[in-house]
Structures are given as C-alpha cells and as structure tokens.
C-alpha cells in the first residue's frame, strides 16, 4: 500500500525537479515565429529537455489526482479535533494547486499568447506545493518517526495509517486525551454513522494498545472526563 506521505514526497520532488528544469528551459531565448500561436515567438530550449519536463508535469498531475482521491472523502469529517488552522490552509491550498494546473493547461493548448506567464503560474505553483506540505509536515513526521520495532507493530502502525487515513490526518492522535480504547470506539461509531468501513475491524485491541505503548493516554482523565459529562447532565 502506497501512503499518503510517499506520495507527499513524490509530489515534492517532483514539484521542484519541474520548476528548476522549467526555470532553466526560460533562460533560452524567443525566436521569432510570425503567424505561429504566441506572438513571443517559439522557445530555443532543446526539445529533449522540454519533453522531459512535460513527462514530469503529467508526473505531478498524476500525483495530485492520487492525492485528491484520497482527500477528498475526509472533507465530511472536517470538524472539532480534525481541523486546525493548518489543516484549512492545507485544503485550501489544494484546491489552489488544482486551479493552477487547470490554468497551465488552459494557457499551453487555448491561450499560448499567455505563455510568458507560464513561468510565474510554476514558481507560485511550486511554492503552494510546498506550504501545502509544510502544513501537515510536522504530524506526519511526528507519526512516521513512532517507534515500530516488531513485524507485529510494523503492521498495526501500517493498519492505523491505512484505516485512520480515510477520515483524517495524523493531527488529531497528537491532540485531547480521551483513552486511547474510548477514541477508537468513537471512531468505529463515527464510521458507523456515516456509513464508512469500521476502521478497527478485529484489529481494535491490537491498535489500543500500540497507541497507548507510543503516545501514552491516562484513563484517569478519562474518569474525570465522564465525571464532568455526569454532572453536566445533572444541571
Ligand atoms: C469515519 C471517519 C473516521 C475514521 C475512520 C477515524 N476517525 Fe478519528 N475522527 C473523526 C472525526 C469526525 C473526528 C472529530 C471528532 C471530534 O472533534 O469530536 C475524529 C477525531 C479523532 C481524534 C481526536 C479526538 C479525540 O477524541 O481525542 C483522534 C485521536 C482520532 N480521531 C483518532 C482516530 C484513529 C486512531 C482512527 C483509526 C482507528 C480514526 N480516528 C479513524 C473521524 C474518523
């Protein structure tokens, strides 16, 4: 299983080979082209280099298209604990990455007379890919660098990333402090509701405890938390 962090890291590397190679290609100078499509006149770069730098950008909209399929079905879940700040900026940079690709390929096959803004549209979209990671960049570490020694734990991280994924990000397991055991039934009744496959399936203890083992929850103020909701019930 291909995860949303490789494909992050992808999109990244990708992103800058193609902004640097495209940056490069724009050094060459216009030659005039009277009659042809951009009244700039037609670049000098040689052709090998612009094919490869075509074969990255379809890279890159390859990605962003893997990205979005598995992104956009946690918009429904977007509240409370799973949407900070960042995590709005992150969304909203997305959707900006989208449109500038839209308007690359507007401009490169209906408007070429708009071509010499075509290096502009790549550094802007270079930079949204970039603040667009760097949003998440700090959860997602944290969580890849979670201690996994045995096969057994490799593979309830994996499954955590897999199952936790289709509604959020790794953000929230950094936040509130419910039990780790009550989290997860919260989450299995969230996927319940809103039709969505269990994320625990047989595997619920098994993701309880390696949560509790890495990012170590009281149920003390778990008690405390359902003393408050007692007696707010009471008043
Ligand atoms: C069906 C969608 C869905 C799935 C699947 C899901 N979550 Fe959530 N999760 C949510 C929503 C919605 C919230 C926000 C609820 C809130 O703010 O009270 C949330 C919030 C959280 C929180 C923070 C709130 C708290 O009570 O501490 C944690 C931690 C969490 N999820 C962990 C997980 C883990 C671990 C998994 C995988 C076993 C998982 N989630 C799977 C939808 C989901």
């Known amino acids: 299983m291909i995860t949303n962090a490789t494909l992050g890291v992808a999109f990244l590397v990708l ?3 193609a ?3 495209q940056l490069w290609l724009w ?3 216009m030659v005039p082209d009277p009659g042809g499509p951009d009244p700039h006149g037609k670049t000098s770069a040689p052709p090998f280099w ?3 730098h075509r074969v990255l950008g379809y890279g890159f909209v390859l990605i962003y298209l893997a990205l979005m399929a598995r992104m956009i079905p946690r918009i429904p879940f977007l509240e409370g604990e799973t949407a900070d700040t960042a995590t709005w900026i992150h969304l909203a940079l997305g959707w900006i990455i989208g449109i500038l690709l839209v308007g690359k390929v507007v401009i490169l096959r209906f408007a070429q007379e708009w071509g010499n803004r075509l290096r502009a549209v790549g550094v802007i979209l270079f930079l949204a890919t970039l ?3 760097g949003t998440i960049a700090r959860p997602a ?3 890849a660098s979670l201690p996994a020694t045995t096969v057994a734990e490799r593979q309830t991280k994996a499954l955590i990333s897999e199952n936790c994924g289709t509604c959020h990000g790794a953000m929230p397991l950094f936040h509130g402090d419910d039990s780790w055991s009550h ?3 919260e989450m299995q009744e969230i996927a319940q509701k809103s039709s969505r496959p269990d994320p625990l399936g047989s595997r619920g203890s098994e993701m309880a405890a390696y949560l509790q083992k890495v990012l170590p929850r009281s149920e003390r103020r778990e008690e405390r938390h359902r003393e408050r909701e007692s007696e707010r019930e009471d008043d």
Do not use: D
């Open 15 to 17: 992103g800058f080979a």
């Open 141 to 143: 570490q944290t969580f």
């Open 19 to 21: 902004t640097v190679l």
């Open 183 to 185: 989290v997860l039934e």
């Open 50 to 52: 612009r094919m490869v």
């Open 27 to 29: 050094t060459f100078p």
């Open 131 to 133: 603040v667009m990671l």
